[in-house]
């Protein structure tokens, strides 16, 4: 039985360079208050506020390790917002593709961030963000959404009876129109992957077929 190949498609970086400096300049004035505040309980000054800054600092990168599922998966993550190249594509078993990869390449290595059953896939969607419907016009913040349903079956919602869902945003928010173009060349990848999707309500949402309303 013949293998068939992988199917790739490159994705905007969600992250610039200006960006990346910008965080890491924010990084390092975060370091050196926390040197300051140990400075400080060595020296037994300003006690209670080290403590406190020190306990705020701890409980932020814990949450964020924690949501990246671990330093490792963090610095990976980290790589592929700002240096590496990002992609989706097509795991196949046998003659037929069974997932999709989020990933990047950098140099000539390629990271998978995350997996994603081709079953799992509910809908594909983008909308704008707070700032466009705030400004009630294009403020560059439309990005395109995959919702996905998740492998535990306790996710079940009696309200809407259906099966709640995740969200993986892809590529970077940007201006309306080259978000529906990103948006319906990911549709499009879906759908020779296999995954059966059709137009929803408007013209900015496919649902999979069987769906009746959009998540």
Same mark, same amino acid.
């Given at each position: 039985m013949a293998t068939m190949m992988s199917v790739e498609m490159p994705i905007p970086r969600a992250r610039t360079m200006a960006e990346f400096v910008l965080l890491s300049s924010i990084t390092v004035v975060f370091l050196l208050f926390a040197v300051v505040a140990v400075h400080n309980l060595f020296n037994q000054e300003a006690i209670i506020a080290s403590i #406190?800054?020190?306990?705020?600092?701890?409980? %932020?990168? @814990?949450?964020?390790?924690?949501?990246e599922g671990g330093f490792?998966?963090?610095?990976?993550?980290?790589?592929?917002?700002?240096?590496?190249?990002p992609f989706v594509e097509t795991a196949p078993c046998g003659e037929q593709p069974v997932e999709i990869r989020f990933g990047f390449q950098f140099f000539d290595r390629r990271f998978i961030q995350r997996r994603v059953s081709l079953d799992q896939v509910q809908s594909v969607k983008w909308n704008p963000g707070q700032a466009t419907a705030m400004a009630r016009r294009d403020m560059k913040d439309?990005?395109?959404? #995959?919702w996905i349903?998740?492998?535990?079956? %306790?996710? @079940?919602?009696?309200?809407?009876?259906?099966?709640?869902?995740?969200?993986h945003i892809v590529g970077p928010a940007r201006r309306k129109e080259e978000t529906a173009t990103l948006g319906l060349s990911f549709v499009d990848f879906l759908r020779s992957a296999g995954v059966p999707l059709v137009r929803g309500e408007g013209d900015s949402c496919f649902l999979r077929r069987g769906e009746t309303t959009n998540p």
């Amino acid at each position: 039985m013949a293998t068939m190949m992988s199917v790739e498609m490159p994705i905007p970086r969600a992250r610039t360079m200006a960006e990346f400096v910008l965080l890491s300049s924010i990084t390092v004035v975060f370091l050196l208050f926390a040197v300051v505040a140990v400075h400080n309980l060595f020296n037994q000054e300003a006690i209670i506020a080290s403590i #406190l800054w020190l306990g705020i600092l701890a409980l %932020g990168i @814990w949450s964020v390790v924690k949501s990246e599922g671990g330093f490792g998966s963090l610095t990976i993550n980290m790589m592929g917002y700002f240096v590496g190249k990002p992609f989706v594509e097509t795991a196949p078993c046998g003659e037929q593709p069974v997932e999709i990869r989020f990933g990047f390449q950098f140099f000539d290595r390629r990271f998978i961030q995350r997996r994603v059953s081709l079953d799992q896939v509910q809908s594909v969607k983008w909308n704008p963000g707070q700032a466009t419907a705030m400004a009630r016009r294009d403020m560059k913040d439309w990005s395109v959404s #995959l919702w996905i349903n998740p492998d535990d079956p %306790g996710r @079940w919602n009696e309200r809407t009876r259906k099966l709640d869902s995740y969200i993986h945003i892809v590529g970077p928010a940007r201006r309306k129109e080259e978000t529906a173009t990103l948006g319906l060349s990911f549709v499009d990848f879906l759908r020779s992957a296999g995954v059966p999707l059709v137009r929803g309500e408007g013209d900015s949402c496919f649902l999979r077929r069987g769906e009746t309303t959009n998540p």
